[in-house]
Every structure is written in C-alpha cells, then in structure tokens.
Nanobody
Framework: QVQLVESGGGLVQPGGSLRLSCAVS????????MGWYRQAPGKQREWVAA???????NYADSVKGRFTISRDNAKNTVYLQMNSLKPEDTAVYYC??????????????WGQGTQVTVSS
C-alpha cells in the first residue's frame, strides 16, 4: 500500500509564504517524477510544478518565480515552497508521484490534498 501524506497548508495573508510537504510511504522500489497540482473552487485541477527524478523542475507560468519545488530522495518527500502568495493561489493542493513498485510496474498516486487559503 502506497500512501502520500501532505502537510503544511493553512491560512496566510497576501504576500506571505507557506511550505507544503508530501511524504511517500509504502513498499516502493523508487520514485520517478513528483509534482504538485491545485484545484480552486469551481475550477478544474491544474498542474503547478514538477520535479523529475533527474532533477529538472518545471513550473506553471502562474507560479513561476514565486514557487519552488524540491525533493529529498532519502526521505521520499517532495516540497513546495510558496512565496509572494496571492488570493488567486487559494486552492486545495495535491501532490502526485509516479512510483516504481517492487513488481517493477509504475503507478501514479495522489495525496489527499491540503487547503491553502490566501486572504487578508
């Protein structure tokens, strides 16, 4: 059983910062790409940032320069540092991981989501 457990969401004022974490646990062989998505009320889930197993990172234009994705492979954890937050960043944030299991098959897993609210 593979689990992705997120933490770090909350309420923050515009211009503030938050750091999200997502830890992967279970009987896994390795983790390939990890990423973050978000879903605002009434909107579709959208991609935010990704970190490949090779270390390259990519960002949605809406967060480029403000958000930073990083990962700690020893802890099977991915982070999203969010700076200069705006009200439009308000959403439920989900982490995603492409995981190679012990049976040598790759599966995509999702976290349960963590709420980020940017408001004064």
């Amino acid at each position: 059983q593979v689990q992705l457990v997120e933490s770090g969401g909350g309420l923050v004022q515009p211009g503030g910062s938050l750091r999200l974490s997502c830890a992967v646990s279970g009987n896994i062989f390795s983790i390939y790409a990890m990423g973050w998505y978000r879903q605002a009320p009434g909107k579709q889930r959208e991609w935010v940032a990704a970190d490949s197993s090779g270390g390259s990172t990519n960002y949605a234009d809406s967060v480029k320069g403000r958000f930073t994705i990083s990962r700690d492979n020893a802890k099977n954890t991915v982070y999203l540092q969010m700076n200069s937050l705006k009200p439009e960043d308000t959403a439920v944030y989900y982490c995603n991981a492409s995981v190679l299991l012990l049976n040598k098959r790759v599966y995509d897993y999702w976290g349960q989501g963590t709420q980020v609210t940017v408001s004064s």
